[in-house]
């Protein structure tokens, strides 16, 4: 490897870098300025007296430990679960690798106020999959709630985070240094801990941040699961006392830049690995252990994946099977359907695509030049992940208005909306992209260099191909992430332009279960197809 | 050929336009509302923020488009978020009219000054109860407070007739309240009022003491009740007659009312307003007035569940006569202070962490 390094990044990167961080600091100053100007808001700022004792106050720590307590615990187990079945589905044996690997990232999909309904639907006393808990001996299914039933929906639905990188990652080593410590008399498992685990290391350390940040924002599984953590506080104090929520919301922000920073300090003493560009990655027969892992695998697919669909799909086929028999009568049709299928795709399609591009010359800046602008890019871009959707929402109407002439322009602008989930999103792009950018081997750089090859045609030939698993991968996270995304898709959309998951909301808010599974059937469906075609598919052409 | 003046070509244009727009007509739930051909285009759209969600609301729309020939455009969404938009966009907003689920978001705009003024003749189309003292909104249907109760786990005879026997150690652990809920804020904002806020605190604190369990929102308790994870829950009536319309004889839950005086069986209206800065208030009026309509009214009653406030129309028989002795509804005017009083309250019951 090269120590050579280009020190001083172009200009026009820098500039690039400095632009995007003011753009994606956006909602941060908006929750800034609610928080500490009282002008325009009779219930008072932060500043007033009375609400500091309250934030410091019992009522406000204990859901903010609650808060941590969770986040620290899905980060861990999403950070083992999410490794493993990368570990699994790209190295091993086990049996029908390419189905689990366009399965296990669907749970991403699932909007949590869905998912974790349906998952609840499907496990809890009473609910579909009781026959089975009595079949085994069990009086009744446990009743999932409070920090477990949190703990465990959340898991389940966040180890993508890191399941998706740690693939991708795993896919572009290469087995060459495996292969010497094998033949140098290491066991499998000595040279999973002193190959493998460094140089995936980065990889699970940016997902898992990934998972902590979603989860101290997340308010749907929480809130089903009865768990009250500071985003219950939140959404329920907007109406009657906006200015502790709005506090309570820079609490969250303030506790994602101290973990940015933690994560930041760690990448900086982990060494990144380069990718190989075709050398064959070493595949581990698993042998007796195929059967335990084979059964892993189908376990975590059948918690997170099978236990919500069970639901949906039960909702769906009730509610066909009545309309068809003169019951009562869908409030959807297929054209109804489509034409939000149809939104979902181009604007999460268009979201993810931005976002790659968006975090790509930030990824560069740090990794390449491990410039200060960079490193303010990407905090700032990572931290936003942990403000609430409604928060990025109003602060673009907030903004857009404020653009003067522009505004008349900018409302009910597809591009507000794919700027906003770029704003949202962005964040799970940039971890994988940055990795993916530190991997390509600087001596490729040099001789590119030495050749005289351009910088751009440099990116196409020698950084893109190499890079290709890792941004796909992100293209893939923001792509599921988007396609289930809520308050922007309702706040922000221009008028009329309805995608499933808003459609999903308005159907499950009153009850219209038949609706919501169908829809939820499609969305799952659309997700599955996409993520073949993106993530696995071109992947393994590579 | 020189008898095809310019004139001629425009009343060409002019009659094959009104020929499609004669031939239209709607279908679906919204040609229950409006069977007529559909009125040509009047030049006018209202913008409508619409915390009502689509799948009961969007046939009405559809049918004052065709009757009125008046344009809709409609952002859907829940009815918190859209009053916090609402708020954000103040005079700037391009909606014209605000449909609420619940009461307490209409506070929270009325509080904040950013209701427009009703015309009068829309006003009186609705009981003086079910609309604002100045004019700022209007109820257009109502949804009524029940119990919604497991048929497996709980007798006939068992049933309460008043919230108050809830705190009982017999239903120690079976209860559920959606307690962070727009409709049982609103609820609980108006249960201070009538019963004072130390006897409402009260009942809070003997409902978290005697573990009553915390649920997100109706839908959830209504399932729950179904599955049998609760016995009893109190919901607006709204969601369990919605449940065993989707899922049928498999929902094992039931609504139970609550004595007539109890103020476990208030109605909870939904609301249309104005919005202050609408430019297109006459239009805006007659949106308003059409929701009051006989066919729209019947329409709610009939297809949604709901409890029809205006033009005589009577509950369907489905839905449980209202009570002679009703306590009335929310009075949003007192919300808007009160409202942050009751998120205090029941933040401090510490009921979200049951």
């Not at chain 1, 740090?366 to 959707?389: D, E, M, N, Q």
Request: charged share 20%; proline share 4%.
């Amino acid at each position: 490897m090269s120590t050579t390094s280009q020190t001083t990044p172009p200009r026009l990167l820098t500039l690039v870098g400095a632009v995007l961080a003011a753009l994606f600091a956006f909602p941060t100053i908006y929750l800034i300025r609610r928080n500490f100007s009282s002008d325009d808001d009779p219930a008072g700022s932060a500043a007033d007296t009375g609400l500091i004792e309250l934030l410091t106050s019992e009522r406000t720590l204990a859901p903010l430990w609650r808060t941590v307590k969770l986040a620290v615990t899905v980060s861990l187990t999403a950070a083992l679960v999410g490794t493993a079945l990368a570990w699994l589905t790209t190295r091993t044996d086990i049996p029908l690798r390419r189905l689990w690997r366009t399965i296990l990232p669907l749970p991403l999909v699932f909007p949590t106020f869905i998912g974790a309904a349906a998952f609840i639907r499907t496990l809890n006393p009473g609910g579909l999959a009781s026959g089975l808990f009595t079949s085994v001996g069990f009086d009744q299914a446990p009743e999932l709630r409070g920090f477990f039933g949190a703990w465990l929906v959340l898991s389940l639905f966040t180890y993508p985070y890191v399941y998706l990188p740690v693939a991708a990652r795993l896919q572009r080593l290469p087995g060459s240094l495996e292969e010497s410590a094998r033949v140098l008399g290491d066991s499998a498992a000595e040279a999973f801990r002193r190959i493998v685990i460094p140089q995936i290391a980065s990889a699970v350390a940016a997902g898992t941040l990934l998972v902590f940040l979603y989860t101290i924002s997340d308010f749907g599984a929480v809130q089903l699961m009865r768990y009250d953590t500071l985003t219950r506080a939140i959404e329920t104090n907007y109406l009657g006392r906006a200015s502790l929520a709005f506090a309570l919301s820079l609490f969250l922000l303030a506790l994602a830049v101290v973990i940015v920073g933690f994560e930041r300090a760690l990448q900086r003493r982990t060494h990144t690995a380069t990718s190989a560009r075709s050398t064959q990655s070493v595949g581990y027969s698993l042998g007796r252990w195929r059967v335990p892992g084979a059964a892993f695998v189908v376990a975590v697919g059948a918690l997170s994946v099978g236990a919500p669909m069970i639901a949906l799909i039960d909702w769906a086929s009730d509610g066909l099977l009545r309309a068809s028999r003169n019951g009562r009568p869908l409030t959807i049709d297929s054209e109804a359907v489509m034409s939000a299928a149809q939104n979902t795709l181009e604007s999460s399609v268009l979201a993810a695509l931005a976002a790659v591009a968006a975090v790509l010359p930030i990824a560069f800046l740090v990794g390449r030049y491990k410039s200060r602008v960079g490193s303010l890019s990407h905090s700032v871009v990572i931290a936003t992940f942990a403000l609430p959707g409604i928060l990025i929402a109003l602060s673009l109407r907030y903004w857009v208005l404020k653009s003067g002439i522009a505004s008349d322009f900018f409302t009910d602008s597809k591009l507000v909306l794919i700027f906003a989930y770029v704003v949202r999103f962005g964040s799970l792009a940039m971890g994988i992209t940055l990795v993916a950018v530190q991997a390509v081997p600087e001596r490729f750089h040099d001789v590119g260099a030495t050749l005289g090859a351009r910088r751009l045609r440099r990116l196409r030939t020698i950084d893109l191909p190499l890079m290709a698993p890792g941004l796909l991968a992100a293209i893939g996270l923001v792509l599921l992430s988007t396609m289930k995304e809520l308050p922007i898709s309702l706040i922000i959309a221009p008028i009329g332009y309805r995608t499933l998951t808003t459609r999903i909301f308005g159907s499950f808010e009153d009850a219209f279960v038949a609706e919501t599974g169908i829809m939820a059937v499609v969305l799952v469906a659309m997700s599955a197809v996409l993520t073949w075609l993106l993530v696995l598919r071109r992947a393994e052409h590579q | 050929m020189r008898l095809l003046t310019p004139f001629t070509l425009v009343a060409l244009f002019a009659s094959a336009c009104g020929g499609s727009s004669t031939e239209r007509t709607l279908d679906g739930l919204a040609a229950d509302i409006f069977s007529g051909t559909c009125a040509a285009d009047a030049g006018q759209e209202v913008t409508i923020y619409s915390g009502r969600t689509e799948n009961l609301i969007e046939p009405v729309l559809d049918a004052f488009a065709c009757e009125t020939g008046i344009g809709v455009a409609v952002r859907w969404a829940d009815s918190t978020q859209l009053a916090l938009l609402l708020d954000e966009e103040g005079d700037r907003t391009p909606a014209d009219v605000f449909l609420s689920r619940s009461p307490g978001p209409v506070g929270f705009l009325e509080a904040r000054g950013l209701l427009g003024e009703i015309d009068d003749d829309v006003l009186g189309l609705v009981d003086e109860e079910n609309r604002s003292a100045i004019g700022s909104w209007i109820g257009f249907s109502g949804r009524k407070r029940v119990a919604v109760y497991n048929l497996d786990a709980v007798a006939d005879s068992e049933l309460p007739d008043s919230i108050f026997e809830l705190t009982d150690e017999k239903w120690r652990g079976r209860v559920a309240l959606p307690a962070t809920n727009g409709s049982f804020v609103d609820w609980f904002t108006v249960f201070r009022d009538q019963a004072g806020t130390d006897v409402a605190t009260k009942w809070l604190d003997d409902m978290v003491a005697n573990g009553a369990k915390y649920y997100p929102n109706n839908r959830s308790v209504v399932e729950a009740a179904g599955r049998g994870e609760v016995d009893i829950g109190l919901v607006n009536h709204y969601y369990n007659f919605q449940e065993v319309a989707a899922v049928g004889d498999d929902h094992r839950a039931l609504n139970h009312d609550l004595a007539d005086d109890d103020i476990g069986s208030l109605l909870i209206i939904t609301a249309a307003t104005l919005t202050k800065s609408t430019d297109n208030a006459d239009a805006a009026n007659e949106l308003l007035a059409y929701l009051l309509s006989e066919p729209v009214q019947r329409y709610f009653t009939e297809e949604t569940f709901e409890y029809p406030l205006a033009a005589g129309v009577e509950p369907t028989d489905a839905l449980p006569p209202l009570s002679a002795l009703e306590i009335g509804t929310v009075d949003f005017d007192a919300l808007g202070g009160g409202f942050e009083e009751t998120t205090r309250i029941i933040d401090a019951s510490g009921i979200a962490n049951q």
